[in-house]
């Protein structure tokens, strides 16, 4: 697999996303087993990162992911993230210094590992300064219990005061055909710092597979339910979106996820998305994207698609981010 350059960090281009494993999604939970084999056969496939969080499940996940490393973590780039949950006692998010130590301990524990390869701040904290959070992360390196920081969902302003204390090796962010917030600020400002971007639901929570037409194959709990590109008319409207995709793929003797990933791709090394599955088909599919090339022709193609339908997030969980 060829690979990305995410600050310093320098790794094969195509990640896991590990959270749908644990939650949020339709065949969330399910057998150890089988998230255990999807993981193995990922590093077989040449994956090295993989994505989870303390508060996916809450805490299920990160112990997933630590079962599935033991014996391989020579192998792994183990990414988490702390900050949605608190356990100082304070209102979430809750990024004091105090906090970062007790969840940079619990996950260090679940992962069964003594040191985080990348550790993302998941919310900005408006409580507390992003001086202060570096600050803490910044002697946690030092001590060697972490070796990469992040951010998710970020302001460009914060990144870059955060960057001024430690040196910020990527930013998490929704980023594919189906959310292209970050073109305007981010990824000026992460080339301009010598960052990377680590794009979460490259596919758009599914639907650049094709495989989303209604709703009427998820389960009643599925958080896809409740977002306003899915519901309303706007999901309807947003198939002109994957239409094209799938158009292209045809083309190119692809899948609509295989195009939808050559597109992230294509925007340069130093972006390293990380599509989530729960299925070794559906994982191999996805690295199979390596090997896509898209024409100029259907690049333009693709940069010409229209905006989707819809913000993107509830209103809640939009004055969450851009922070």
Sequence with gaps: MKTAHLGSLVIPRLGLGVMGMSAFYTGAGGADAQHVR????????????????????PFANEELLGKALQGHRDRAVIATKFGLISHTGRSAPDSSPRNVRIAVEGSLRRLRTDVIDLYYQHRVDPNTPIEETFGALSELVSEGKIRHLGLSEASADTIRRAH??????????EYSLWTRDAEDQLLPALKALDAGLVPYSPLGHGFLTGGIRTLDGLAPDDWR???????????????????????????????????????????????APIPGTTRVARLEENLAADLVELSPGQLARLDALPRPQGERHSPADMAAIDR
């Design 225 to 271: 339910r409740s977002n306003p590109r899915f519901t309303g008319d706007n999901l309807q409207g947003n198939l002109a979106i994957v239409d094209e995709v799938q158009a292209i793929a045809l083309e190119s003797d692809a899948t609509a996820a295989q195009v939808a990933l050559a597109w992230l791709l294509a925007r340069g090394p130093a972006v």
């Design 164 to 173: 001024a204390v430690h040196p910020v090796t990527a930013v998490q962010t």
């Design 38 to 57: 999807t993981i193995h056969r990922a590093m077989d496939l040449g994956v090295a990162m993989f994505d989870t969080a303390e508060a996916y499940g």
